[in-house]
């Protein structure tokens, strides 16, 4: 079967490497009755090993040539290829009712950060999500507090997930070679929501505005928010900079205003927009 050409406008980078495959696969130890969600099979390298493991697969593949030539190349039942925009995607419609549905994806570096946080406004549906993308991302994602990558995506997404990153990989096991590293990285959302959607929203919000002046007091980058008075009676020192608080304290503001300024909530999404 002749071998596809990545195309640059769907930021197509076709993993080869065989010995990454297995370190993946070992990561996400597969399982027979599982139910995975596939993110850009592309040629079906990580696609073939997960439908051996006797896992039924949705495979999300935007490119026509590619998704008609996938049944082809795995030639199971056990897998239905949508040929679609993964952040347009309904994953909660995969799902029957009480399943738990596992992702894995390789994800465009140009669009990785919005696909998370559409995967994690289906987030009930997933029991774990493990995705490639660039090293520069997987870092700010599981930053520390105190730290210089640590920023309100870290934030936005501790409070609704565990992050754990797993290898590096480089740009050599793919085809073409990107021009930057990439991680491998597993997302568990928490079981139980670490506060109800007005809450996240608020912290969301806050933490938004605030790195937005991210070497400001909160004092400053909340000003237009919330005055130093309010933010002290939360139990938040009004003179800390954004990065020195971990996100247990984001949560905590926004409990705090999810009382006093329920205005602050975003209504109608858990999540904020994310830009590409």
């Not at 139990?235 to 300024?261: N, V, Y």
């Amino acid at each position: 079967m002749s071998r596809a050409r990545p195309r640059k406008r769907f930021g197509q980078h076709f993993l080869h490497d065989g010995n990454i495959i297995r370190k993946i696969l070992a990561h996400v130890a597969p399982a027979a009755g599982d139910h995975f969600v596939e993110i850009g099979p592309g040629q079906g390298a990580i696609t073939r090993p997960l439908l051996a493991s006797g896992a039924r697969l949705d495979a999300i593949e935007i490119d026509r040539d590619l998704a008609r030539a996938l049944p082809d190349r795995v030639q199971t039942e056990r897998c239905t290829v949508h040929c679609t925009d993964a952040l347009a995607f309904d994953f909660s419609s995969l799902a029957a009712p009480g399943e738990k549905l596992r992702l894995v994806g390789n994800l465009p570096y140009n669009i990785s950060t919005p696909l998370l946080f559409h995967f994690l406004r289906h987030g009930a549906v997933w029991h774990d999500l493990h995705v490639m993308l660039q090293k520069e991302v997987g870092e700010r994602m599981a930053a520390a507090a105190g730290s210089k990558t640590y920023g309100r995506l870290t934030v936005a997404l501790a409070l609704r997930c565990r992050i754990e990153p797993l290898f590096d990989i480089s740009p050599g096991s793919f085809n073409p070679p990107p021009q930057v590293d990439s991680v491998f990285l597993r997302l568990v959302p928490h079981p139980v929501p670490l506060a109800n959607a007005d809450i996240l929203s608020i912290a969301d919000r806050l933490a938004t505005a605030a790195f937005g002046m991210r070497r400001k007091r909160l004092s400053n980058g909340l000003r237009s928010l919330a005055t130093a008075a309010e933010i002290t009676a939360a139990g938040i020192d009004p003179g800390l900079r954004p990065e020195q608080l971990p996100p247990a304290a984001w949560l905590q503001l926004g409990s705090f205003f999810a009382g006093m300024k329920p205005e602050l909530a975003k209504h109608g999404s858990t999540l904020p927009e994310w830009p590409s």
